[in-house]
């Protein structure tokens, strides 16, 4: 055991003393991984290591050299059973330590008056560069070795040093961002502490004003609160009705309605605001129809809180659909036959049992369809005019004419607040109310049919919204080949070719517009899937399987994740990591890390669902055979949770092509993402060139899910656990 | 260290969860090449303590010795133990040569070698050529013998065996018991053994160790048990006893003379002063005779109820003793509920229960 003790911590260690040495400490401008620094690492002063960094004075090293020392001193004098608490100590000192000085010390000296009163002056420094962050891990890792050497965990060095690079990568990338937001709104531009920012938004009445109640114009956030309401009822509803009508009726097409579900997955957000344009806006095609027909103006009614809302009712009600549908499949049959034998009929068993069985899962979609509407930001960028919601003036508190981070801030924490607080409410109501019927057991039966009164008018109306739906969808794909929508209908191939046309002149030209994000979209996407699928499914392992001192908090700070709006992680982001110690704006890692903690928490929940279904003991008899966890986790687990891997793959990859709301406030001219491009595009009117560009993506992950899912279909084992991929992928929430 | 290799020893060994104390304290050692079986309804531990001893859950107090080492802190992966699951927990995606090579693979063994011994082992479990098949491709019992050759295989100190019978259909369990008897003395490997089926337990082990709410009720052979039992709970636990009240007339050295429902009988003392006691009747330790037709003596009682099962019948019969329950081999005339019978009593079912004077 000693001797496995000492070889990992020799391995760190050794790691500790190479990065200080041979890894600049300090953040590289042209990139680390491009190399170039190779060059200059001797004659440039910013290039070197921390060893020599510290030793030409920078005395905020000092004391990271020194822990790093004592590690080494408790490696060769202490045997592993005594050191465990030194080691941990020595890490976390190292970690504190390297937070607080890059912290305090900015790019230009003491970040706080107060310490340059304290201390006199220092010397700025950059952010952490490639050797800061290795040291930073390693000393995270050092506490996890310690307490493994405690016997901490039964002794597992894998799983706790698991947990611990986990809360360092949560806390970095969702808990510092927040905090840092917090902090922006109390902050001039020059860093120093201002409440003023804060009390003037605060009470500004363009974010709380009720006067719409007596004939004026409300607020933002009681705009955009009355707009989740509405959207949260209609897709609630309208999910019902499509669930019931997939579930309890002998309607002939319901296998299609299923198909509904793929949309929001692979819709980006935007596109529905964009199709309604074409099919309802002032020059829309269906307007003129109806203008011409009736010689009514019709106008700009669309632009607004109801065009975003039937937009969001289009985007939302297949997400409900796919929560309800569950529900509803749920409830036991068992429950309503035996309602039925104790001489209630259809209408009565529907109203009295099956109804209120619903409720929680009633209550469930309504929470989303709230979250998602609060979060949307594509729809109402298109659709918004001059009223927009709070996601679109976070966006144009920071990039438009008014450059104000402390409003877009607090706005920011207005939006947290509502979504923050749903959650919470749901999950305050729904506790020990889980109706949840199916169990293990073979339930026998089946679903009685909708009674006929309910039954007709839910099947009108789904069929009427699948209509519409299928219209808007047929707009999107029709849009690309037409001249100039509204004006000249006549079909052209024009705005393909603009977007995607390819050269030749030895060798291919990448001509179109669009190919230069397209493929940084590509790039960045397959980066970060699997990256997402790894820390989404080591997360889940570790929830499911593992027991340690946290555990319910770590699950429920994943969980509440879930509720924060893109928009405000990618305020959050931009505030984080523009300065020192974390830079990482204009870079292609933030836009990973982005991807990588905003889709986790779905490859969690797919992960914990998979991980469900497989026997603990596969993990217990791997154990007792002698393998470690991390050999368990290789041989056993992954292989058996190959769908879940595939599904999380999927995804997060689809995910990272089609979200924009975060995605829009982290792009840069070297990273632009294909949606980001496509919202300029729609800003200059160039609608052919972006529903173009909208369709091939669609089409791209048509294909992307197709091809998974036919590898997913190629599974060895027989097992009664096929369906694990579907559900797992489809659970997921698709959200702007 | 030879002596001490395969001995296992709990000292003071406490597991709680939270507020609920699982076990309060433990203290039990288990001699080397012998099969021990930890016995005990569901809730009483056992379990816990199996897996405290494989590693998978650590004891919050005391400590666990494995061939004399202290492992009380060894995560399991290195202790020298290996355990056959009851769900026999083979690893679906892969065959059942991969399966039982996995261990030894894990061990830094090359894969060639590894192969050939495992081929070994499945040949040790009677399943020589099936190692190209998936689990999912073999009967249940054929699953649980690839489970206990992929324990074996890696030649442990201690197996350990958690309720390995309780997934396979009763006619099949006698058998695989049998099997896995012979093996592990065929080997000299001492065994722990888990089940809460007392049948199972008299038949496989060398020693029981009965469990009651996290602690120790009795230790000793399966022949001590069901004669000796040292607790009421014991001889209601192993073989279905009825718990009657006597009264201890006299003592003589070991032996004392016992009044039971009228008669008078001489049973070895087991530390019992005269006066009032409780004693342990099994089932099959009365002989029922309608009553007037034998020599008179014996309890008397009347019929309450009786079913017939073939090969014997089963009474319930009131009397001096209460209700009691006796099974009677003689099933040529069942007797019908109402008839007044005589029980003549035969020794060797029968146990005075110390401390309960």
């Known amino acids: 055991m000693t001797s496995r003790d000492n070889r990992r911590l020799d391995l760190i260690l050794a790691a500790g003393v190479f990065a200080l040495i041979a890894l600049p400490w300090y953040r590289i401008r042209s990139g680390f991984f491009s190399f170039e620094w190779l060059e200059d690492f001797i004659s440039s002063e910013k290039l070197w290591p921390g060893l020599v960094q510290g030793l030409m004075g920078r005395w905020q090293l000092w004391p990271v050299l020194m822990l790093l020392a004592v590690a080494v001193l408790l490696r060769f004098t202490q045997a592993p059973g005594k050191r465990g608490g030194a080691l941990i100590a020595v890490g976390a000192a190292g970690l504190a330590w390297m937070l607080a000085e890059g912290l305090a010390i900015g790019l230009r000296g003491w970040n706080w008056g107060l310490l340059e009163a304290t201390f006199g002056d220092v010397a700025g420094q950059q952010a952490f560069g490639a050797g800061a962050v290795v040291l930073g891990t390693l000393f995270a890792l050092m506490i996890a070795f310690g307490a493994a050497e405690r016997g901490a965990l039964k002794g597992d060095a894998f799983v706790l040093g698991a947990i611990t690079l986990l809360v360092l990568l949560v806390a970095t990338f969702v808990f510092y961002p927040l905090v840092s937001m917090f902090a922006g709104a109390f902050q001039e531009f020059d860093g120093s502490f201002t409440s003023e920012g804060v009390r003037r938004n605060i009470v500004d009445p363009k974010i709380w004003s009720l006067a719409c109640f007596w004939g004026g114009n409300c607020g933002v956030a009681w705009r955009t609160f009355f707009l989740a309401i509405c959207t949260a009822t209609g897709t609630t509803l309208l999910g019902l009705v499509f669930a019931l009508v997939a579930t309890r009726t002998g309607f002939r097409f319901k296998k299609s309605l299923r198909l509904l579900t793929v949309l929001p997955i692979i819709t980006p957000p935007f596109v529905v605001g964009l199709a309604l344009t074409m099919l309802l806006g002032r020059s829309g095609s269906l307007t003129q129809v109806i203008e011409s027909a009736t010689g009514w103006e019709l106008g700009r009614w669309l632009y607004g809180l109801t065009g975003i809302w039937i937009a969001q009712m289009l985007s939302f009600t297949p997400i409900s659909f796919l929560v309800l549908i569950g529900v509803v499949d749920g409830i036991s049959p068992s429950m309503e036959e035996a309602s039925q034998t104790l001489r209630s009929d259809r209408w009565r068993t529907f109203r009295k049992v099956s109804l209120p069985l619903m409720a929680p899962g009633l209550a469930n979609a309504f929470l989303i369809g709230f979250i998602e509407s609060m979060a949307d930001f594509g729809n109402p960028l298109v659709l918004g005019g001059s009223g927009g919601v709070l996601s679109t003036e976070i966006f144009f508190a920071v990039v438009g004419a008014q450059n104000d981070p402390s409003r877009a801030a607090v706005l920011a924490m207005v939006l947290l607040f509502f979504t923050l607080s749903a959650f919470l409410a749901q999950r305050l109501w729904l506790s020990g109310r889980n109706y949840a019927t199916v169990t293990g057991k073979g339930d026998g039966g089946r679903h009685i049919s909708l009674p006929r009164r309910v039954g007709w008018p839910v099947i009108t109306v789904a069929v009427a919204w699948a209509a519409f739906t299928i219209t808007v969808y047929a707009m999107i794909l029709f849009g690309g080949f037409v001249k100039i929508w509204g004006l000249d209908h006549s079909l052209t191939l024009d705005h393909y070719a603009k977007a995607f046309g390819v050269g030749w002149d030895n060798g291919v030209l990448w001509t179109g517009v669009a190919w230069d994000s397209f493929w940084t979209t590509m790039e960045i996407a397959l980066i970060a899937a699997p990256l997402t699928a790894a820390v989404g499914l080591l997360t889940a392992w570790l929830i499911v399987r593992q027991r340690f001192p946290g555990r319910g908090v770590f699950e429920f700070a994943l969980m509440m994740s879930f509720a924060i709006p893109g928009t405000v992680i990618g305020i959050s982001y931009i505030m984080a990591f523009n300065l020192p110690p ?57 292989p058996l949770m190959r769908p879940a891997i595939l599904a999380a793959l999927v995804y997060s990859f689809v995910r990272a092509i089609t979200s924009i709301s975060a995605v829009i406030f982290l792009v840069s001219a070297k990273y632009n993402m294909a949606t980001a491009y496509i919202v300029g595009l729609v800003e200059n009117g160039e609608y052919g060139i972006a529903i173009a560009y909208s369709s091939v993506l669609i089409l791209v992950m048509i294909t992307v899910i197709g091809g998974f899912q036919l590898l997913v279909g190629e599974r060895r084992i027989r097992r009664g656990e096929e369906k694990a991929a579907n559900s797992s992928f489809s659970a997921k929430e698709a959200r702007a | 260290m030879t002596q001490t290799k395969g001995a296992v020893a709990f000292r003071n060994v406490r597991k709680t969860f939270g507020s609920f104390t699982a076990i309060p304290d433990l203290t039990l050692d288990i001699e080397p090449g012998k099969l021990v079986t930890l016995l005990g309804p569901s809730g009483c531990g056992k379990t816990t303590t199996l897996r405290m001893l494989a590693g998978l859950e650590s004891p919050t107090d005391g400590q666990i010795l494995i061939g004399g080492d202290d492992v009380t802190r060894l995560p399991a992966d290195r202790r020298d133990v290996s355990m056959v699951f009851q769900s026999y927990a083979l690893f679906p995606h892969m065959r059942v040569g991969q399966n039982v090579a996995y261990g030894l693979e894990a061990g830094g063994m090359k894969s060639a070698e590894a192969r050939k011994r495992a081929e070994e082992a499945l040949e040790l479990v009677g399943l020589s050529g099936l190692a190209g098949r998936l689990p999912a491709e073999l009967s249940g019992g054929q699953q649980q013998r690839v489970a206990v050759a992929r324990a074996l295989v890696l030649e442990p100190q201690v197996l350990l065996l958690d309720e390995p019978l309780s997934n396979l259909d009763a006619r099949l369990r006698r058998k695989v018991r049998t099997d896995i008897r012979e093996l592990q003395q065929r080997i000299g490997l001492t065994a722990v053994y888990v089940t809460h089926d007392q049948e199972e337990a008299l038949a496989v082990s060398d020693t029981i160790v009965v469990m009651k709410e996290g602690k120790v009720a009795q230790i000793g052979t399966p022949r001590e048990l069901y004669e000796s039992p040292a607790s009421d709970f014991i001889a209601d636990f192993i073989g279905e006893a009825n718990v009657v009240d006597g009264r201890v007339l006299s003592v003589q050295g070991d032996v004392a003379q016992v009044e039971l429902g009228g008669v008078t009988l001489s049973l070895p003392s087991r530390g019992q002063s005269p006066g009032p006691t409780q004693i342990s009747l099994r089932s099959n330790a009365l002989k029922v005779t309608v009553a007037g037709k034998g020599d008179g003596t014996g309890i008397k009682g009347t019929i309450a109820s009786s079913a017939y099962l073939g090969d014997h019948v089963e009474y319930e019969i009131d009397g001096p003793l209460e209700r009691i329950f006796v099974v009677d081999d003689e099933s040529d005339t069942p007797l019908p509920s109402g008839t007044a019978v005589a029980l003549e009593v035969r020794p060797r079912g029968v146990a005075l229960i110390p401390g309960t004077a």
């Open chain 1, 582 to 638: 974390l830079q990482m704006t204009g870079t292609a890692a933030i836009l990973i890390a982005c991807f990588v903690f905003r889709n986790m928490p779905v490859g969690v929940r797919g992960g914990v669902a998979a991980m469900a279904q497989l026997d603990g003991s596969l993990d217990e008899a791997s154990l007792t055979l002698g393998a470690s966890s991390g050999r368990t986790m290789r041989k056993v687990i992954l």
